[in-house]
């Protein structure tokens, strides 16, 4: 199946800073999100990006469907921007829509 | 009013019982799903489920069972709970396959601890 690859693993940013989160594929995807799962566990989804650039707020992602990658970039942190980011891929089929996760980008914002 | 709500929240329990989490949603959608959250915070489907067909992850054990009795609703029965069941249960719902994809909401999720 295809693997999915997140980096960096964890990361600290001072608040204000700005950080830029990567997904790897090792095939094409049709499908591609970003979710963020906040300190408290909730899951919400950030971006449905198969491809090219979309802009919401401080956050921004980019895909690059023939090179296999997405990145999230997040402007101006703020401690609210804690949690840990995943990039999932979709597969849709028999009326369902399946996600695969990344391991997800630990992100720790701190004053 | 939450569009997708699980029930319980927390839920500890001995290992070898039975237990099940609902879900609900009041979103209209045809499909719901259950995904698993282990220790690593690695997210995995379990099932997928709409009116037309179960899609079962071939890694889950047979002691994991979907109920759906109507479309927005669809409870998780696990069965002779082990230790290693122990983990973060999210239920989510989608509309059909058709849409952009950017419509999946997830649940709140359920702990589930096994002692």
């Known amino acids: 199946g295809i693997q999915v690859e997140q980096s960096p693993p964890d990361l600290i940013l001072q608040e204000g800073a700005n950080s830029t989160l990567r997904c790897n594929f090792s095939d094409s995807v049709n499908n591609l999100q970003w979710f963020h799962q906040n300190p408290w566990g909730q899951l919400i989804n950030l971006f449905y990006?198969?491809?090219g650039t979309k802009q919401n707020g401080r956050l921004s992602a980019t895909t690059v469907a023939t090179e296999r990658y997405s990145l999230l970039y997040i402007s101006s942190s703020q401690t609210t921007d804690s949690g840990v980011y995943f990039c999932a891929f979709g597969i849709s089929g028999a009326g369902s829509y399946q996600l695969t996760f990344g391991k997800g980008t630990k992100l720790s914002v701190i004053p | 009013d939450t569009a997708v709500s699980q029930t319980p929240k927390y839920l500890v329990t001995q290992m070898g019982n039975d237990k099940s989490i609902k879900c609900e949603q009041n979103?209209?959608?045809?499909?719901m799903y259950w995904y698993k959250q282990d220790s690593k915070k690695f997210l995995k489907i379990m099932f997928s489920y709409n009116n037309k067909e179960l899609i079962i992850n071939e890694t889950v054990p047979n002691r994991f069972s979907p109920k759906s009795p109507d479309k927005a609703h669809l409870n998780l029965h696990i069965n002779s709970l082990e230790l290693g069941d122990s983990a973060v249960y999210f239920c989510?719902?989608?509309?059909?396959?058709?849409?952009?994809?950017?419509?999946?909401?997830f649940g709140e999720g359920s702990w589930l601890t096994v002692v």
């Open positions: 989510a719902s989608s509309q059909d396959e058709r849409d952009s994809g950017n419509t999946i909401y």
């Open positions: 990006i198969p491809s």
């Open positions: 979103l209209g959608h045809d499909t």
